[in-house]
């Protein structure tokens, strides 16, 4: 028995979401493998990673979806969560 197994939650859609390749919303699913959260489109087959900052790694599956987009990822996909720095913040006493 090892304990290294990758933990891989269940694949579900999110909603709202608009895949990055094919535009369409409602069609991207998200897991996580290990604490990696994985999206994958199931319309055009579209799939990336999201690394430590929240950005979009797109794997290379496939050489298809290698457009120029100017359109980011829907940034309502990515959970990401800024702390503010609590130096730049005068606690009010
Ligand atoms: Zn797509």
């Given at each position: ?5 990758v ?9 709202g979401a608009?895949c990055?390749?094919?535009?369409e919303?409602d ?15 199931v319309?055009?087959?579209y ?5 430590a900052?929240g950005?979009?790694i797109p ?13 980011v990822?829907?940034?309502k996909?990515q ?6 720095n609590?130096?730049?913040k005068?606690?009010?006493?």
């Amino acid at each position: 028995m090892s304990e290294s197994t990758v933990i891989k939650t269940k694949k579900r859609f999110i909603a709202g979401a608009v895949c990055p390749a094919c535009s369409e919303s409602d069609k991207l699913m998200m897991w996580s493998e290990d604490e990696v959260p994985h999206r994958e489109c199931v319309a055009c087959g579209y799939s990336d990673t999201l690394n430590a900052q929240g950005q979009s790694i797109p794997s290379e599956l496939g050489t298809r979806v290698n457009q120029s987009a100017p359109k980011v990822a829907n940034p309502k996909v990515q959970t990401v969560q800024f702390f503010p720095n609590p130096k730049l913040k005068k606690p009010e006493a």
